[in-house]
């Protein structure tokens, strides 16, 4: 305030500082009541979000649980199927060799068949040879009583 201000100037000065601190004031209560309010809601909201947080580490702890149940059975099928591949190349050798003994087997089987179709035929042909010097003889003397005669 100035010096040379006269008295009414001063009081009315003053009476408007004064409301206007009322009205501060006023205004910090309403803003207090507000902030009281927001801080309720922050509340609220983080008990819902703490329950959100609460589910999902539920969600999280069974869905682990899962994952270790599935990566076990991952484990012992694949073990299973290890053993069953291992099985399964054994028993190819053996129908393998086993199939190579039966050829062998049938080779055998067809070779005296060969051999002795073969010596059926070189019999024949022994026996074809005879016959033909047997005709030839019997030709040849058949020749002789004719000019004989």
């Not at 100035?2 to 100037?9: K, N, T, W």
């Not at 500082?17 to 309010?37: H, I, P, S, T």
């Not at 999902?56 to 076990?72: F, G």
Request: aromatic share 4%; proline share 1%.
């Amino acid at each position: 305030m100035a010096e040379g201000e006269p008295l009414i100037l001063m009081r009315l000065r003053l009476w408007q500082e004064r409301e206007r601190g009322d009205l501060d004031e006023g205004k910090l209560l309403a803003e207090n009541k507000k902030l009281k309010e927001d801080v309720k809601e922050l509340e609220h909201s983080k008990q819902k979000l703490l329950q959100v947080e609460q589910v999902l580490q539920n969600q999280l702890s069974y869905s682990e649980d899962k994952r270790y149940k599935l990566e076990a059975k991952v484990a012992e099928a694949t073990d299973e199927c290890c053993v069953k591949a291992k099985l399964l190349r054994k028993t190819s050798e053996e129908l393998r060799l086993a199939r190579l003994k039966l050829d062998s087997m049938d080779s055998r089987v067809y070779l005296p068949h060969e051999v002795q179709k073969s010596a059926t035929q070189d019999e024949k042909k022994s026996q074809e040879i005879e016959y033909a010097k047997c005709a030839k003889e019997i030709s040849n003397t058949a020749k002789m009583i004719v000019s004989d005669c």
